[in-house]
């Protein structure tokens, strides 16, 4: 996947492109909340973009919890690019970033439909499914 390239970018200077994915495919296509979605978070979270092709497809933002556990969440690619590989890459970019800072593990809340994707990269549900954003999630982690 030489098209491909994944970018800690920042917040500043990249917003127009996170927002661009993340409302397409959080608003647009799951209907989430402008409000949930856009949660004051993001100034102090770690923001990757994917490029496909020299165009942002796909986003992420980890965020440390404690002095061990990182959260990564907004994982959204574009309907358009999906199916190539690109989520897991946004996913392993932020895990190998996550290790580099001395962290020990992640985690995630996962739609449940994609609890696959997360699997595959070593994740493990945690508790029962619940709801957010009317959506149902399970809580992973992985530990490094």
Known sequence: MSDLEIKVVS???SWNEIKAIRRAVFQEEQGVDEALEFDGLDAGATQFLAYWQ??????ARMRNLD????????????KAARGRGIGSQLMRKAIALAKEGGRDRAVVNAQEYVKQLYENLGFEAVGELFEEAGIPHIKMVLKF
Do not use: F, M, P
Request: hydrophobic share 40%; glycine share 10%; no cysteine.
């Open 54 to 59: 020299g165009n942002a497809v796909g986003t």
């Open 67 to 78: 002095d061990s556990t990182v959260k990564i969440e907004r994982l959204a690619v574009l």
């Open 11 to 13: 917040y500043e200077t």
